[in-house]
């Protein structure tokens, strides 16, 4: 018999995080996440996504055995600025059992039609700094630390129960092959000169700190119309400079500004954390710190997270500048390549930024679901 169960306790959540590790086990694609930072990101005294939230988490069990979990978000921000009245599917995962899918997901319809909800939309999260999409194509690649993985069985389980495409994500291989370097080059420095901008050099990350407001502010103002997105509250830009500022490697942070030091096009990269994750299953200690340190320092593989041009500025070429700091650098460190995180099929501006390099683009593809729930 498959009970529900609600996850309220340390141990509830450590198990809600640690399921995926034991689900995937024998998947070499899959990536684990960092369990600390998983399991902040389900605490109401941690996260600050909370405090405009209201979440719950569940576990499936069966015979004394987990097998499977489930979380929802009311994220009553989202709802008010897309004039939506929807609830989030986040972090869902099961075995494959269409009855256990069948059991977490009624229990998260049911919770946003007790709240009054009328849709059903996910796996999508708090905010854009937070894991979305369900991967429908693509499972032979490996993942990204950044993104979800999951079983082809999920896609066929979701179009079971009635859930249909709402958006989709592709995922990108942008290889260190540019054919026109030097034109990307010759471009970039008459940009600079032409605008009378500058990139932003920084020899350690107290010469960064900052920069990182602006960076944030930058970030919500650019990406406000992106799908599901919610501009970050500062409690929040904290909490993921928190997370993410030990991951960087200085040498793929690319920052222009203007003469009056107004920030105008950025691009952060970062080392890939997919082979130390697997290899520590997510755990920073005892070794985990060692693997993750020696792959920001001495990465081959770049994760990109974010790429912005100040929209009055998106026609000037400054996608270019952007791209030929990090590019010199990551050609210099001997990178592979670099891969995208999940960007919108549609979202043709940041589609042509790979242009000047050789890429393979489409490698993987994760969806976002809806669902009227009825009454």
């Known amino acids: 018999m498959i009970t529900i169960k609600e996850v309220k306790t340390r141990r509830d959540r450590l198990e809600f995080v640690q399921f995926p590790n034991r689900l ?8 684990p996440g960092m369990v600390s930072d998983d399991m902040a990101n ?39 600025m897309w004039g939506e009245n929807q609830i989030r599917i986040t972090r869902f995962d ?39 999409g369900m991967l429908v194509e693509g499972f032979d690649r490996p993942s990204m630390f950044i993104t979800y ?3 082809p069985y999920y896609v066929e389980f979701m179009e079971r129960y009635g859930y249909e495409k709402e958006v989709d994500w592709t995922e990108h291989i942008i290889t260190l092959e540019c054919p026109q370097a030097e034109k990307m080059d010759r471009i970039s420095q008459r940009i600079l000169q032409r605008g009378g901008y500058r990139v932003l050099e920084f020899k350690n990350k107290k010469q960064l700190k900052p920069w990182i407001p602006k960076i944030f502010e930058m970030l919500n103002n650019e990406y406000k119309d992106l799908y599901g997105m919610v501009p970050l509250t500062p409690a929040q830009t904290d909490y993921y400079v928190g997370q993410f500022l030990t991951l960087l490697n ?44 020696k792959a920001i320092a001495r990465p081959k593989i770049l994760d990109m997270y974010f790429v ?3 929209t009055s500025l998106r026609k000037s070429g400054l996608n270019a500048v952007v ?20 960007e919108l099929e549609l979202n043709h501006n940041v589609q042509t930024m790979w242009e000047y390099f050789e890429a393979e683009m489409n490698v993987r593809r994760r969806r976002c679901w809806k669902k009227a729930l009825e009454k």
């Open 24 to 31: 995937y086990a024998e998947v070499p694609q899959y990536v």
């Open 42 to 80: 389900i605490n109401p005294k941690k996260n600050p996504a909370f405090e405009y939230c209201e979440m719950r988490f569940f576990l499936a069990e069966e015979d004394g055995k987990t097998v499977g979990r489930i979380g929802a978000i009311i994220s009553h921000k989202a709802n008010q």
């Open 94 to 132: 099961f075995i494959e059992d269409y009855e256990v899918f069948t059991a977490l997901i009624k229990v998260v319809e049911d919770w946003g039609k007790e709240r009054g909800l009328t849709e059903a939309i996910g796996p999508i999260g708090f905010c854009d700094m937070d894991k979305e």
């Open 149 to 151: 993985y999951n079983h």
């Open 250 to 293: 200085l040498r793929y942070i690319s920052l222009v500004a203007d003469k009056e030091d107004n920030l105008v096009a950025l691009g952060i990269l970062a080392p890939s954390l997919a082979e130390p994750m697997r290899k520590c299953k997510g755990k920073l200690f005892p070794i985990g710190w060692y693997h993750t340190l």
């Open 308 to 310: 912005a041009v100040k």
């Open 323 to 342: 791209m030929n700091e990090i590019y010199k650098n990551a050609k210099e460190d001997g990178i592979l390549y670099a891969e995208t995180g999940p």
